[in-house]
């Protein structure tokens, strides 16, 4: 292999020339307090950091970038960390997928306008593992993801308890009056015990259990609890290894292909992942100019069975699937399914960096003749509702639901939606089908999380605990139920789901994939012909901006402007 020179690094053209500028560049880092010794020569290696006051699930990465560093130092690189926003999922609104591409630019820029000759993105916080790699793939400089690792697990009263799915569920148990404050209490004090991301199998750990199947993460990084000792280690690991992928040239687009893609799409399935993967691998994708159809999601979720018997979808959480042996044991199960000769950013392909994994419970981690599903957790479904396409997740559904036709019962927002269902007169039964519109890209904006939505509380009272609801919007990784999702077009910008009025019938029909509205096409046409876009108006800022690039949930939700990579020059050094 050809290693590069020190004359040949972007950061060069900073400090290695001689002109009046490399004289400011230098004299300012001298100005730090480093010497010539520190950084003349040598790789610089941004540490994208995550962290703030407002991300509670990244508090350690202030001291994980000091590990990085560490790590940096020692491989003789020059490590340079750049703060960038952190996205919590739990504190910011409406939604943190309404930034997610605001993160993935600012990245991109920050690599381009810096000195920087290779990254390590910390993330794992939802929407921090995409939109970090987004912006790094398009830059296409050498670049480590380094997650933030599944936080401890939860506990109240006796019980294990996971992030999100558990509280959903002892919320409806609240609401149906069948816990006490004092117990709610109890359970805020215990769901989340130490620094890390949630510890189900819900958006984070679905999206860094990803971008390790895309070979972006060092072997066995993502399962790793944030509180172990192993993490601070690991991530020194990324400083090390981030070093060296800049002298080999490692970059994205010698990793992501069509096959690194496909090993993505078997271990979401395997894991019955969360169905926002479903917009944020299309987007990294698309980044790497991959290809990837909603379609692909449900083809690989008839060959691959859940393997990964972890919540929502299962009984365990992620400290239990590490201590089984963690996402290197799942993918040696799935060797036969793998493309194993796939790069990653180790330099070896990713069969290499499965070599000695195994399995340590076979219960956390089922043989693929023993699945908690046959087949994975995704279906897309088509029709004149949803024509390109709409998500569920089978598993996570009452089976009665996977097939029903049902009077829709319908709300514009999430507000009306919200007083309908604790109105004890709403006039709605367990065969209504709820629909929410106007909640997603443009119209929520960003697509919130509003997808599993509430049930009447008249309804909870009499026992019932899932119905058929369906909506342009996304839902928590964390979340179960009927729940069909992502229906594209939106109904903000005129797709059939603005058709839709109280009393229409609708069909579901999960094993034939489809989703169908009883009226005629003229009928539809007619009615979106009246229809009025709802008032919504962004006269200016990032709100106006995202309203007018968002691409659909079927795209990937990503600008139209910053699709791709490359294309920009290298600014000048004047
Ligand atoms: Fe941060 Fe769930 S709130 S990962």
């Keep these: ?25 230098r004299s300012r880092t001298l100005q730090m307090g480093y010497g010539p010794e520190d950084f003349m020569g040598k790789p610089v290696v941004a540490i994208i950091n995550t962290w703030s006051d407002a991300q509670p699930c990244h508090q350690h990465f202030r001291q994980r970038a000091d590990e990085i560093k560490r790590g940096v130092w020692q491989a003789g690189g020059f490590p340079v960390e750049l703060p960038a926003l952190s996205l919590s999922e739990s504190w910011v609104k409406p939604t943190t997928m309404l930034y997610r591409n605001l993160l993935a630019l600012e990245v991109e820029e920050l690599l381009r306008s810096h000195p920087i000759d290779g990254a390590v993105l910390m993330g794992g916080c939802d929407k921090t593992t995409p939109a970090t790699i987004m912006g790094a793939i398009s830059m296409n400089l050498p ?59 819900g958006t984070a750990s679905t999206m860094t259990c990803i971008a390790e199947a895309l070979g972006l993460t060092l072997p066995g990084a993502t399962s790793i609890p944030a509180a172990d000792a192993a993490h601070p280690r690991m991530a020194a690991s990324c400083g090390r290894r981030i070093v060296d992928m800049i002298w080999e040239d490692l970059k994205p687009s010698d990793i992501l292909t069509r096959q690194s893609v496909e090993n993505a799409l078997v271990v979401h399935n395997a894991l019955a992942g969360s169905t926002n993967a479903m ?107 949803a024509p390109h396409g709409c998500v569920m997740k089978p598993p996570a559904a009452e089976p009665r ?18 007083k309908a269902v604790n109105d004890p ?52 990784g964390t979340s179960y139920g009927a729940c069909i999702l992502h229906v594209s077009p939106e109904a903000h910008i005129g797709g059939p789901l603005a058709a839709v ?15 169908h509205l009883h009226l005629s096409d003229e009928e539809i046409t007619e009615r979106l012909e009246l229809w009025k876009p709802p008032a919504r108006d962004y006269p200016r800022g990032y709100y106006r901006l995202f309203a007018q690039h968002v691409r659909q949930a079927h795209e990937g939700c990503d600008f139209d402007f910053l699709e791709g990579a490359g294309g920009i020059p290298e600014p000048e050094i004047h």
């Design 143 to 201: 670049m480590i993801f380094m997650p933030a690792g599944p936080m401890m697990r939860a506990h109240y009263g006796g019980q294990i308890l996971g992030s999100g799915s558990d509280v959903w569920k002892f919320w409806a148990e609240k609401e149906a009056g069948a816990i006490t404050d004092q117990q709610w209490n109890d359970m805020e004090a215990g769901i989340a015990r130490s620094h890390g991301t949630c510890m189900t199998m």
């Design 501 to 515: 009025r109280n009393g229409d019938l609708i069909t579901v029909d999960v094993p034939n994939r489809s989703i």
């Design 279 to 385: 917009i944020h691998l299309v987007a990294m994708a698309r980044r790497a100019g991959i290809e990837v159809k909603l379609t692909d999601f449900d083809d690989f979720a008839q060959k691959v069975p859940v393997i990964a018997n972890l919540r929502p979808s299962g009984a365990w959480l992620m400290e239990d699937f590490h201590i089984a042996g963690g996402i290197r044991a799942l993918m040696k199960r799935l060797e036969g399914l793998l493309h194993l000769e796939a790069r990653t950013v180790t330099g070896k392909t990713l069969g290499e960096t499965l070599e000695g994994a195994a399995v340590y419970n076979d219960d956390v981690i089922r043989p693929l003749d023993k699945p908690i599903a046959a087949s994975g957790g995704t279906a897309i479904l088509y029709g004149n509702l």
């Design 401 to 418: 639901l996977l097939s029903h036709t049902g009077p829709a019962i319908v709300f514009d927002t999430y507000d009306e939606m919200a």
């Design 425 to 476: 007169d709403l006039d709605v039964t367990p065969d209504h089908v709820m629909v929410l519109r106007n909640a997603g890209p443009i119209g929520g904006p960003g697509m919130p999380e509003w997808g599993m939505l509430p049930l009447p509380k008249k309804l909870l009272r009499e026992g019932v605990r899932d119905m058929l609801r369906i909506s342009d919007a996304r839902m928590s």
């Design 1 to 25: 292999m050809t290693r590069r020179t020190p004359e040949s690094l972007r950061s060069h053209r900073w400090f290695g020339v001689e002109d009046l500028r490399a004289f400011g560049h």
